[in-house]
């Protein structure tokens, strides 16, 4: 029996407020962002703080259909388009699904293609080097095709190559899948701790040696909870027709059970679970998160009726990978934050 998704049909929106809690006692650690730290902040009700950003769930949400062992899809979402990306030697590389900004990573457009740049095959296919107005339904259409995740998940094709650039850089969609972590409530919880070196305590520590204390401020909060927003105006304005549009909906449903499901340990000392026995959207009202079976069942069904308008592509990345070669100076100042942001 199909998941019924009446509820939605005139909703724009699909919201969700998920309560969390720490897995184990009471105190957490947020995400922190250089020369800021931990992402506080005041509202009417009190101090609040940015747990998880929304730059962060969007790769938490595409990781839930990878299987990291075998270096690829999940059995159940064979189907769903994507590019795998290999070396010169035809060993597996990364792949849109894996890479921060999908098909905009510089593996996938600086790769080969039949003998092409994949950054030249998808300005092609997109009329992309020519003057004139982006073609959305061209846009949307090739996604579906290429990387059906960067219509959930979004895309900014920027890059410029061999002084060329996809459009002048306005081939873009926004996220129609987003989420963020946010406590309200708040105080510090000030711990801390210590890099043992029990050969040579007062040794060079800029080299890796010696002793090196450090302090980290944890959290503690009154509630935890995870917002979860889905624009059904954005996916039905694509304009790829019914059988498109709940494929992108069951995906992204399939994508937050999944995570909600397995895996909220979002760092060493940040490890949550849901705090509810039943999730229910706040908008629209009455509609319920399926569990992972009936997800999964119907995105099978999804994946079957779509299936000929998707295709993974299959490119190789041939040029050679080395590390950005730092000055002195740089190699100090990398170890010096190193040092000051360690988590264990």
């Known amino acids: 029996m199909s998941i019924d998704l009446s509820k939605l049909a005139t909703a724009h929106r699909l919201l969700f407020a998920i309560p969390l809690k720490p897995v184990q006692g009471s105190r957490f650690q947020p995400t922190g962002f250089p020369g800021l730290g931990a992402a506080t902040f005041r509202t009417a009700d009190g101090d609040s703080l940015l747990v998880e950003s929304a730059q962060s769930m969007a790769n938490r949400f595409e990781v839930t259909v990878w299987d990291e062992a075998e270096h690829r899809l999940k059995p159940d979402l064979e189907g769903i388009s994507h590019v795998t990306v290999t070396n010169a030697e035809g060993q597996f590389l990364t792949d849109s699904i894996l890479e921060a900004h999908r098909l905009n990573s510089p593996y996938v457009l600086n790769a080969i293609k039949d003998n092409e740049l994949f950054f030249e095959t998808l300005g092609n296919r997109l009329d992309a080097f020519t003057t004139g107005a982006i073609d959305r339904r061209k846009l949307a259409d090739t996604l579906l095709a290429l990387d059906v995740s960067c219509l959930i998940h979004g895309l900014f094709l920027s890059a410029n190559i061999n002084k060329k650039t996809l459009a002048g850089g306005r081939l873009r969609v926004a996220r129609a899948l987003s989420a963020f972590i946010e406590a309200d409530g708040v105080?510090?919880?000030?711990?801390?701790?210590?890099?043992?070196?029990?050969?040579?305590?007062?040794?060079?520590?800029?080299?890796?040696?010696?002793?090196?204390?450090?302090?980290?401020?944890?959290?503690?909060?009154?509630?935890?909870?995870?917002?979860?927003?889905?624009?059904?105006?954005?996916?039905?304005?694509?304009?790829?027709?019914?059988?498109?549009?709940?494929?992108?909906?069951?995906?992204?449903?399939?994508?937050?059970?999944?995570?909600?499901?397995?895996?909220?340990?979002?760092?060493?000392?940040?490890?949550?679970?849901?705090?509810?026995?039943?999730?229910?959207?706040?908008?629209?009202?009455?509609?319920?998160?399926?569990?992972?079976?009936?997800l999964t069942a119907e995105m099978k069904s999804a994946i079957g009726v779509t299936r000929e308008k998707m295709q993974v592509t299959r490119v190789a990345y041939c040029e050679k990978i080395e590390p950005k070669k730092s000055s002195d100076k740089e190699a100090d100042e990398e170890t010096d934050i190193e040092e000051q942001t360690a988590e264990d």
């Open 187 to 294: 105080q510090v919880a000030a711990s801390g701790g210590v890099k043992n070196d029990h050969v040579n305590p007062s040794g060079e520590t800029k080299t890796g040696f010696g002793n090196v204390p450090f302090a980290r401020d944890e959290f503690t909060a009154e509630s935890v909870t995870l917002y979860v927003n889905l624009d059904l105006g954005q996916i039905r304005g694509y304009g790829l027709g019914a059988e498109v549009e709940r494929l992108l909906i069951v995906l992204s449903l399939y994508k937050l059970r999944s995570l909600l499901d397995g895996n909220l340990r979002l760092r060493s000392a940040c490890d949550l679970c849901v705090a509810t026995t039943s999730i229910t959207a706040t908008s629209p009202l009455g509609f319920s998160l399926p569990d992972i079976s009936a």
